[in-house]
């Protein structure tokens, strides 16, 4: 099994992830630099962090869709690696147009960070079948544009087709109809804002963060 | 050739930060103040002399940069 973490300027969870993989898979875990043009062979699994890429300057995520990296990264999605964007990485993948929607700034304008009970909306993903009989995990929250946003078709459309995976019990941040994490239609991309690398062992609270990347790797 | 792109979010998607700016306009006293937005502008300079050809390379510009389209709304000035 083998991860990559691609690493943005003004990414700083990077190394969370690539401990959180490591620790809960034993996967060996890649860093790839943004600008690079060409990832390592045979990836199971790519992840995109958190953070502040490219201090966040236009829109969030906006520069880092564009980087050369990005533009292996589709071409690995569209080949079915499994690909998942956690917050930074989240607004990463919709402005890549890798997921539908966008991330606004937060409904009060504050910046939340906390603890946060989710509702797994679909375990029959490759990300959440580890979840499958349990209805609640927790996971943490930081972010300031959390906020998802799509239009009503879009919003329809997701939940008809299942891809609405992780909805928040009390919304932290205004998402539309509480939506915390989606798949793309052939359910190999994720995106959340929550952050399952900050809940991968007890001793950080919570360990369900854990059992996503191993429902990923396992997938492969 | 000097553009200014300004960039707005759209009608039907909430400005937090508008309504917050409107409730402190309210707050000082300017009540007759409504449907306050906070938007952007970038301004960069052209070489090309072209206004139409610079139009379209601005609106190129916007769709793969610098506005998001799901969300925003962009209006292009050359001058």
Known sequence: MKAAVIVFPGSNCDRDCKVAIERSTGAKVEMVWHGDTALPDGLDLIVLPGGFSYGDYLRCGAMASLSPAMTEVKAAAERGVAVVGICNGFQVLCEAQMLPGALLRNEKLKYVCKAVELEVTNSQTRFTAGYAGRREVAMTVGNGEGNFFADEATLDRLEGEGQVVFRYRDNPNGSSRDIAGIVNARGNVLGLMPHPDRAFEAELGSADGAILFQSALASA | ?79
């Open chain 2, 1 to 79: 050739m000097r553009a200014k792109v300004h960039v707005f979010l759209k009608p039907g998607v909430l400005d937090v930060q508008g309504k917050a700016v409107e409730q402190a306009l309210h707050g000082l006293g300017w009540n007759e103040v409504e449907h306050v937005r906070v938007g952007k502008t970038i301004e960069f300079d052209l070489k090309s002399g072209d206004a139409a050809a610079a139009e379209a390379e601005v609106k190129a510009m916007c769709e793969k940069l610098l506005a998001n389209t799901v969300i925003e709304s962009y209006r292009v000035e050359l001058a």
